[in-house]
């Protein structure tokens, strides 16, 4: 699989593109309590939502941690999704970037605390925007 193409995988493969290990340590702890919720996490988001044309899972991944950081108290899936963006073709600096833009638009608070998680997931993949 490319790692820009997502279309016709299963929401497993999807998963595990993206997200991977990462997104696993979010979802397997709920899967005693809410399997359903899990499931549907699954089958909707990776699935249906970003098995779409349209959009490379890299622009995918881009859309989803801006918005992550606009929001605000989604620190647990805002790390999930760093790897994920990291791990489909983002770079550390388009990274950092957008949370700038993020800035203009969410407010410097929500863009620092976006910052603070980018920075301990750079470090975990031997990264930075300054190379």
Do not use: W
């Not at 779409?52 to 992550?68: H, K, Y």
């Amino acid at each position: 699989m490319s790692k820009n193409q997502a279309s016709n995988l299963s929401a497993e493969e999807v998963f595990a593109a993206v997200v991977g290990e990462a997104g696993t340590r979010d979802l397997s702890p709920l899967a005693d309590i809410a399997p359903d919720f899990v499931q549907l996490t699954m089958e909707h988001g990776y699935g249906r939502i970003y098995n779409r044309e349209g959009l490379s899972l890299r622009d995918r991944e881009l859309a989803t941690i801006s918005a992550l950081a606009a929001i605000g108290g989604c620190e647990g899936q805002l790390r999930a999704h760093l790897h994920g963006a990291l791990n489909v073709g983002l770079n550390a600096k388009e990274i950092v970037e957008a949370f700038i833009q993020v800035s203009s638009f969410a407010g410097f608070p929500r863009a620092i605390n976006a910052l603070v998680i980018a920075k301990t997931v750079f470090q975990e993949h031997g990264v930075s925007p300054l190379d």
